[in-house]
């Protein structure tokens, strides 16, 4: 279970920390023994998609999605590409035509909190069905997956951010690459 533990707190750090630029963060506990090299480095695991089905070879991109209030993004069902969505500022609303997978804000430290402490970890991914409104709001983090339509879109009254890590095929791979919005 350690050692799953430091796979997800470097994942996280790749993708999130690293990804967001420099910034002061305070430490949440001390290092376990044995971890004297990690010692003033925190990480904080948001969510996981396991099991995932990624094309080969692919470009990975990471991009900061800004929506204004009352615009939308289309989703284009042929689009190969899948993403990993997580909202930094006021409200997505997602309807998609297939179903997809949130990790609500604070879920997963809950779940890895409870296997720390000798329970079973669950991932606390929460799936909405397809034709389905959801609201993603700050700290949440939506998987979706390729080939699916639909709009993602700004209901609110404040401009909606998300920092999203986008994995598209690369052009030659037979399937045609879509660049990322």
């Known amino acids: 279970m ?11 750090a790749l993708f999130l920390d690293i990804a967001t630029g420099p910034r002061a ?22 969510a996981i998609s396991a099991g995932v089905t990624l094309p080969s070879p ?9 929506i204004e209030p009352g615009a939308s993004l289309p989703s284009d069902a042929g689009d190969p590409s899948l993403a990993v969505v997580l909202v930094e500022e006021g409200e997505l609303t997602v309807e998609l035509d297939a179903p997809i997978q949130i ?18 970890f669950a991932a606390p991914e929460e799936t909405i069905p397809a034709g389905e ?39 030659g791979t037979g399937a045609e690459a879509t ?3």
Do not use: C, M
């Not at 692919?58 to 800004?66: C, G, N, P, Q, T």
């Not at 699916?148 to 994995?167: C, K, M, Q, S, Y």
């Open 133 to 171: 409104t959801a609201t993603l709001g700050v700290g949440d983090v939506g998987y979706f997956p390729p080939n699916i339509g639909g709009e993602i879109r700004n209901d609110g009254t404040e401009p909606a951010v998300g920092l999203a890590f986008i994995v598209e095929p690369s052009e």
């Open 25 to 46: 963060v305070a430490q949440d506990a001390t290092p376990a023994a044995g971890d004297e090299e990690l010692a003033g480095v925190t990480f904080e695991p948001v």
């Open 2 to 12: 350690r050692r799953l533990l430091l796979v997800l707190a470097l994942f996280a």
């Open 58 to 66: 692919a470009d990975l991109v990471l991009v900061r999605i800004s």
């Open 179 to 181: 660049p990322a919005a």
């Open 103 to 120: 990790t609500r804000s604070g879920a997963f430290a809950t779940s890895i909190a409870t296997a720390e402490a000798g329970g079973e």
